[in-house]
């Protein structure tokens, strides 16, 4: 198990478009991965279940993944995050 943690930088935070970008990096590892924030954990690999979170600028979320590519899941998924997925 690979565990990453990171801070949302995003202005608006995590909305429908970096959730979607999120899930579909996600859903391309074969590691089971979840997303914990807020006391919550949840299925990396579901926007509806990221979105329900409300993840807004400063909170801090911890990638987990387990599973065979997990180093390179946590790695490529806390990058996305702190790329701010595209935005400025």
Known sequence: MTEVTTTIQNKTGIHA????????????????????????????????MIMSMGLVKGTEVTIVADGPDEATAASELQALIDSKFGEA
């Open 17 to 48: 478009r970096p959730a979607s970008v999120f899930v579909q990096k996600a859903s391309s590892f074969k590691s089971k991965i979840q997303l914990k924030a807020k006391g919550k954990t949840v299925d990396a690999k579901s926007i509806l």
